[in-house]
């Protein structure tokens, strides 16, 4: 999830504070970001058929399951074994189908319950939590955080394409400092993308730790000293998103494969967490022959909600309405 993706968890541009942060006696607690502003917006009621399609820990489902009992029907999708496995334990039921996969693969899944189930394959409601949980953060093996040494791998699967690191060691300068600046807005692009890719191939980046070694000796030492954000932040976002092809999937969802699924009327929430996705999230709800926006501005998480899940400081809520006879 979403999550950074998640149902999700929290912010991309920071490692985890507060609530969601692990410590060495326990699991992460994942936190689903504007639990009750989404329950509220999807307008939700007995019987309908929703789709969460960033499971993540669970926590959005959960309720969604509550609200629309035994009578409905929840799908949900999650990239990551691991996220199924936790999520499993709170959503569950006769009623509940968990897909292992993107949910730009939604189409084929509703195909395939309409054959069984007689129903129209259609959602009534649809989720996008484009976070990541804290349980993918804490997990050193995944390599979210570059807080933590770690395999630089940075994939939701780990059955998908190749890892961040193998990116690296076969990219060319020009196509790092592309993806630095497209996917993480990084000012230094144009120093970082050749360092990075000389180390990579000598194969000195393997692990998180390699790459901030990297991203510390390039960037200005003024940077270091007075920014904000780690120079890294940026760096990891942009290589996530790379090796997950995700705005690849929010934009085909959006534009292609939410419009032909989605019901008439039916609703769509997505909760961003940086400027590119939800640039694309305005762009699309802003198709009047697709979408009614049912939000004019973004719903962003109370103070409260902030001061309890520091990470949920980004999230930025867009809900739209399909529009019927399209």
Same mark, same amino acid.
């Given at each position: 999830m979403?999550?950074?993706s998640?149902?999700?968890?929290?912010?991309p541009?920071a490692?985890p504070?507060?609530p969601?942060?692990?410590?060495?006696?326990?699991r992460?607690?994942?936190?689903?970001? =504007?639990?009750?502003?989404?329950?509220?917006h999807?307008?939700?009621?007995?019987g309908?058929?929703?789709?969460?399609?960033?499971?993540g820990?669970?926590?959005?489902?959960r309720?969604?399951l509550?609200?629309?009992?035994?009578?409905? =029907?929840l799908l949900?999708?999650?990239?990551?074994?691991?996220m199924?496995?936790?999520a499993?334990?709170i959503?569950?039921g006769e009623?509940?189908?968990?897909?292992?996969?993107?949910?730009?693969?939604i189409?084929d899944?509703?195909q395939?319950?309409?054959?069984s189930?007689g129903?129209p394959?259609?959602?009534?409601? =649809?989720l996008?939590?484009?976070?990541?949980?804290?349980d993918?953060?804490?997990?050193?093996?995944?390599?979210f955080s570059?807080?933590?040494?770690?395999?630089l791998d940075l994939r939701?699967s780990t059955?998908?394409?190749?890892?961040?690191?193998?990116?690296?060691?076969t990219a060319?300068?020009?196509?790092?400092?592309?993806?630095?600046?497209e996917?993480?807005?990084?000012p230094?692009?144009?120093?970082?993308?050749?360092?990075?890719s000389?180390a990579?191939?000598?194969?000195?980046i393997?692990?998180t730790?390699?790459?901030?070694?990297?991203?510390?000796q390039?960037?200005p030492?003024?940077?270091l000293?007075?920014?904000?954000?780690?120079p890294?932040?940026?760096v990891?976002?942009?290589?996530r998103?790379q090796?997950?092809d995700e705005l690849?999937?929010?934009?085909? =969802?959006?534009n292609?494969?939410a419009?032909?699924v989605?019901?008439?009327?039916?609703?769509m929430a997505?909760?961003?967490?940086?400027?590119?996705e939800?640039?694309?999230?305005k762009q699309?709800?802003?198709q009047?022959?697709?979408?009614?926006?049912v939000t004019?501005?973004?719903i962003?998480?109370?103070?409260?909600?902030?001061?309890?899940n520091?990470r949920?400081r980004?999230?930025?809520?867009r809900?739209?309405r399909?529009?019927?006879?399209?």
């Open positions: 979403g999550n950074f998640a149902g999700n968890a929290s912010t541009d490692e504070a507060g969601g942060k692990k410590n060495s006696s326990q992460a607690v994942h936190l689903p970001v =504007m639990l009750r502003e989404v329950i509220q999807l307008q939700l009621e007995s309908l058929v929703v789709a969460d399609g960033t499971l820990a669970g926590g959005h489902s309720e969604i509550k609200a629309i009992g035994s009578a409905g =029907m949900a999708f999650d990239r990551d074994p691991m199924i496995s936790l499993e334990k959503v569950c009623n509940v189908h968990i897909h292992h996969g993107s949910y730009i693969e189409r899944v509703l395939r319950h309409s054959q189930t129903r394959p259609l959602v009534d409601r =649809m996008l939590d484009l976070g990541y949980s804290s993918q953060l804490a997990d050193r093996q995944r390599g570059f807080q933590t040494e770690g395999p939701f059955s998908e394409n190749v890892s961040a690191a193998q990116w690296l060691a060319h300068d020009s196509q790092i400092v592309r993806v630095l600046t996917f993480g807005e990084e230094f692009a144009e120093r970082l993308g050749p360092a990075i000389l990579a191939r000598r194969g000195e393997q692990t730790k390699d790459l901030v070694r990297v991203v510390e390039t960037v030492p003024a940077i000293r007075n920014a904000e954000k780690h890294a932040t940026r990891f976002q942009a290589l998103i090796v997950n690849t999937h929010v934009s085909t =969802m959006l292609q494969i419009p032909e989605l019901a008439p009327r039916g609703i997505v909760i961003t967490f940086h400027s590119l939800d640039r694309l999230v699309a709800f802003r009047k022959n697709l979408w009614e926006e004019d501005k973004p962003v998480p109370t103070p409260a909600e902030i001061r309890f520091p949920s980004s999230a930025k809520l809900v739209a399909r529009v019927p006879g399209q």
